[in-house]
C-alpha cells in the first residue's frame, strides 16, 4: 500500500502562485509514476500532470502547459505541482495519485492504483 498526503492548497488571486506537495509512504518503492487531477464541483476528475519516476519524464494537460511544472524530490518521496500564473477556472479540488504499474502513459485516472485525500485550490477574479 502508498499513501499519499497532499498540502499546500489554499486562496489565492488570480496571476497568483502556489506550490502543492504530495508526500508518498508505505510501498513508494513500487511507484512508476505520480501524477495530480482537479475536480471542480459537478465535474469530472481531469488529469493535470504526471511524472514517471525514475526517468523524470514529465506530462500535461494543454490547459495547464506553461504555467505548472511538475518535480519529484526522490530522497523525500515527495512530488510537488508549482502553479504559476493561476485563473479562477484553475479552482477545484486537487487530488495526488501514484501508479504502482508500468503504462504507456499515465493521462487517465484508471492508470493510478493510489489516491490522497485531495487539497482545495481557490483563484479569485
Known amino acids: 500500500q502508498v499513501q499519499l498526503v497532499e498540502s499546500g492548497g489554499g486562496l489565492v488571486q488570480a496571476g497568483g502562485s502556489l506550490r502543492l506537495s504530495c508526500a508518498a509512504s508505505g510501498r513508494t518503492f513500487s511507484n512508476y509514476a505520480m501524477g495530480w487531477f482537479l475536480q471542480a464541483p459537478g465535474k469530472e476528475r481531469e488529469f493535470v500532470a504526471a511524472?514517471?519516476?525514475?526517468?523524470?519524464?514529465?506530462y500535461y494537460a494543454d490547459s495547464v502547459k506553461g504555467r505548472f511544472t511538475i518535480s519529484r524530490d526522490n530522497a523525500k518521496n515527495t512530488v510537488y505541482l508549482q502553479m504559476n500564473t493561476l485563473k479562477p477556472e484553475d479552482t477545484a479540488l486537487y487530488y495526488c495519485?501514484?501508479?504502482?504499474?508500468?503504462?504507456?502513459?499515465?493521462?487517465?485516472?484508471?492508470?493510478?492504483?493510489?489516491w490522497g485525500q485531495g487539497t482545495q485550490v481557490t483563484v479569485s477574479s
Open positions: 511524472i514517471r519516476w525514475s526517468s523524470g519524464s514529465t
Open positions: 495519485a501514484a501508479s504502482g504499474r508500468f503504462r504507456s502513459s499515465y493521462y487517465t485516472a484508471v492508470s493510478y492504483d493510489y
